[in-house]
């Protein structure tokens, strides 16, 4: 069975930092490429981040960019996302997702909510 469960969210001040991790479970883990998405309250799905199965390339949404910086650990089966410079637009539930086949997300945890608040 496919396990993926994200730890790390929180309440934290603007500018502040936090860094979440997917621990990961029930599949080969360095086999696959990995993604973060989040939701907003009240909106819709984003699409934040991606890592090829060796962590040897990133991408990222444009308003990303510079400020998170997504890793993994193949050893451990864990997926990281560094978030910085945090924003309250940042507030969301952070959910990580393995990408299977034709680039879809075909498994997700059960998310963890970050909160920028002052």
């Known amino acids: 069975e496919v396990r993926l469960v994200e730890s790390g969210g929180g309440l934290v001040q603007p500018g502040g930092s936090l860094r979440l991790s997917c621990a990961a479970s029930?599949?080969?883990?360095?086999?696959?490429?990995m993604s973060w998405v989040r939701q907003a309250p009240g909106k819709g799905l984003e699409w934040v981040s991606a890592?090829?199965?060796?962590?040897?390339?990133?991408y990222y949404a444009d308003s990303m960019k510079g400020r998170f910086t997504m890793s993994r650990d193949n050893a451990k089966n864990t997926l990281y996302l560094q978030m910085n410079s945090l924003r309250s637009e940042d507030t969301a539930v952070y959910f990580c997702?393995?990408?299977?086949?034709?680039?879809?997300?075909?498994?997700w945890g059960q998310g963890t909510q970050v909160t920028v608040s002052s």
């Open positions: 029930g599949f080969t883990f360095d086999d696959h490429a």
């Open positions: 997702a393995k990408v299977g086949g034709a680039g879809s997300l075909d498994y």
């Open positions: 890592i090829t199965w060796n962590g040897s390339i990133t």
